[in-house]
Nanobody
Framework: QVQLVESGGGLVQAGGSLRLSCATSGRTFSRYGMGWFRQGPGKEREFVAGISWSGQNTRSGDSVKGRFTISRDNAKNTVYLQMNNLQPEDTAVYYC??????????????????WGQGTQVTVSS
């Protein structure tokens, strides 16, 4: 059974930082790309960032480029999302996802096979 468990969410003031973690079990972590998505209040879920199986290649959504960084530690079966200079519009539930294969780490939800339960990030102005 594949499980993804996010942690690290919370309340932060605008301009602050948070680091999200997603621990994965039930599949060989290093064989799969990983992604982060988010869903704000009244909004559709959107792509935040993706990372290839090796960690050498990453992609970011336009709204977070230059502020958020995705990384992974294959020895710990964990993917991270470092979020800097957070703004109120970043308020959302953040989800990690495990992709369908090593070369899938893109923007489409269809590239991902398993999802975590989400962690809330709230940014106050």
């Amino acid at each position: 059974q594949v499980q993804l468990v996010e942690s690290g969410g919370g309340l932060v003031q605008a301009g602050g930082s948070l680091r999200l973690s997603c621990a994965t079990s039930g599949r060989t972590f290093s064989r799969y790309g990983m992604g982060w998505f988010r869903q704000g209040p009244g909004k559709e879920r959107e792509f935040v960032a993706g990372i290839s199986w090796s960690g050498q290649n990453t992609r970011s959504g336009d709204s977070v480029k230059g502020r958020f960084t995705i990384s992974r530690d294959n020895a710990k079966n964990t993917v991270y999302l470092q979020m800097n200079n957070l703004q109120p519009e970043d308020t959302a539930v953040y989800y990690c996802a495990s992709s369908r294969g090593e070369y899938y780490y893109g923007r489409s939800e269809n590239e991902y096979a398993y999802w975590g339960q989400g962690t809330q990030v709230t940014v106050s102005s």
